[in-house]
Nanobody, 124 residues
Framework: VQLQASGGGLVQAGDSLRLSCVHS????????MGWFRQAPGKERKFVGH????????YYGNSAEGRFTISRADTENTVYLQMDSLKPENTAIYYC??????????????????WGQGTQVTVSS
């Protein structure tokens, strides 16, 4: 499974940004997908997770009620919509896929494949 994240950039506080993650290389059921973020010098934090069919979405504290995860399976793409961005949201954002394992708490170890990350920088 290959994951390609995109959509990051430099924005101002209060702006919105939508990240995309295209997954490829898997036959059979679509993978369940998660988003994480990692600020400089900090550990990787769980943002949210969407099940393989989009029926359930789970958010971590890092989503802060302002982020929304969705998927467009005709495009093999999962999205992270981020609204009302704050400077503290500055981080590298990663998408990840669960193919063999099982989602429980959003621990990074639950995910089998990772994208390369996309930088989001929010200026004040």
């Amino acid at each position: 499974v290959q994951l390609q994240a995109s959509g990051g950039g430099l924005v101002q506080a209060g702006d919105s940004l939508r990240l995309s993650c295209v997954h490829s290389g898997r036959t059979g059921n679509r993978p369940a997908m998660g988003w994480f973020r990692q600020a400089p010098g900090k550990e990787r934090k769980f943002v949210g997770h969407i099940t393989w069919n989009g029926d359930h979405v789970y958010y971590g504290n890092s989503a802060e009620g302002r982020f929304t995860i969705s998927r467009a399976d005709t495009e093999n793409t999962v999205y992270l919509q981020m609204d009302s961005l704050k400077p503290e949201n500055t981080a590298i954002y990663y998408c990840a896929a669960i193919v063999w394992g099982r989602f429980t708490r959003g621990n990074p170890n639950e995910y089998d494949y990772w994208g390369q990350g996309t930088q989001v920088t929010v200026s004040s």
